[in-house]
C-alpha cells in the first residue's frame, strides 16, 4: 500500500510539474509571443540599386513617412518592411552608413496599395 502510494504521488508531481512548464510557456508567449496582425498588414518589398553600376545596395533604410517601421536592406540590396494596410504609402529610402559601401542620395517613393512589390529602385551616388 505504502510503495502504491509513492508511485501515485510521483505520477502526481510529475503531472503538477507538466502542468506548471505549459502555464508558464503559455503565458510567456501570451506576453511576449509574435502579436497576430490578422491580415491588417502588408509587405512592400523591393531592391535598392545604384544607378551609376546596377549593383545592389547594401545598409539603405527603408522607412514609410508617418510610421515607425524601418528597415535596412541586406547584401543584396533587398528589403521587405510590414506595414498597416494604408491606400497610400511614400517611401523613404536614405543611406545611413555614410561611405561604407558608397553614398547615396536620398529618395521617396510615392504608390498605391496595389502596388506593394516595388521592384528594383535606383539610387544616384552622392558625388
Do not use: W
Not at 35 to 53: F, H, W
Amino acid at each position: 500500500m505504502k510503495i502504491t502510494k509513492e508511485i501515485g504521488r510521483k505520477i502526481l508531481r510529475k503531472i503538477y510539474t507538466g502542468l506548471g512548464l505549459t502555464t508558464v510557456a503559455l503565458v510567456f508567449q501570451a506576453c511576449y509571443g509574435t502579436p497576430q496582425s490578422m491580415g491588417l498588414e502588408v509587405p512592400i518589398r523591393g531592391v535598392v540599386k545604384s544607378k551609376k553600376n546596377n549593383d545592389p545596395i547594401e545598409g539603405i533604410k527603408i522607412s514609410v513617412k508617418d510610421m515607425y517601421q524601418s528597415e535596412l536592406t541586406d547584401s543584396d540590396g533587398k528589403f521587405r518592411l510590414y506595414v498597416p494596410m494604408e491606400d497610400y504609402y511614400t517611401v523613404q529610402l536614405e543611406d545611413i552608413d555614410g561611405e561604407v559601401n558608397g553614398s547615396y542620395l536620398p529618395t521617396t517613393i510615392d504608390f498605391h496599395k496595389n502596388e506593394m512589390d516595388l521592384g528594383d529602385i535606383f539610387l544616384d551616388d552622392a558625388e
